[in-house]
């Protein structure tokens, strides 16, 4: 049975190194998600505001596109589904997963601050039509929605001022070391 899954690993291109680093990536993600947050007053459904999304940008812009969509996917719809925010599972799952993808396609041809700071803000506009269209399914109510934005506007703005002037630094350092 090892040497099946060894060759079907090998077969996906995907090597142990880089399932260990999604699997560190998708836990950093859960981790900063979970115990690294502030619940909010304002919004309908109480709103949260987490430094998950630091590790999600770092992952996309070190490790590409794969790592950022798993790393979003997983490690935010694990959170949803572990903290009593089911509902939400499935709308995080593809809205982050699509934030990560998007980050780590911007950023993987293209290196810099400016690039860094694109590709978060792609992901930012992602995260607020995506949560807005989720939470108008979720309650029928079109309107209610608009008090999640400054959550999510912070959400993001917050993570961008810790991740953009640490990332090309650190991928450029992680990249010569792997």
């Known amino acids: 049975m090892q040497i099946t899954e060894a060759a079907a690993v090998k077969k996906s291109g995907i090597t142990t190194k880089e399932l260990v680093i999604d699997a560190m990536l998708i836990a950093l993600t859960y981790i900063f998600t979970a115990f690294v947050n502030l619940r909010l007053p304002i919004a309908a459904n109480g709103g949260l505001i987490h ?30 589904l572990l903290s009593g925010w089911y509902l939400w599972a499935p709308f995080t799952f593809v809205i982050v997963g699509l934030m990560g993808f998007t980050v780590g396609a911007v950023t993987e041809k293209h290196h810099g601050y400016g690039w860094n700071t694109l590709a978060i803000a792609a992901a930012c506009v992602i995260k607020v039509v995506g949560y807005y269209i989720a939470e108008g399914f979720i309650y029928g109510n079109w309107v209610a929605p608009v008090t999640s934005i400054p959550g999510n506007l912070v959400q993001i703005g917050v993570a961008a001022i810790i991740v953009i002037p640490i990332a090309e630094r650190l991928r450029i350092t992680i990249q010569r070391r792997l």
């Not at 998950?52 to 794969?66: E, M, Y």
């Open 51 to 80: 430094l998950g999304n630091v590790p999600l940008f770092l992952a996309a812009i070190i490790f590409g596109r794969r790592t950022g969509t798993l790393a979003g996917a997983f490690g935010m719809g694990l959170f949803d």
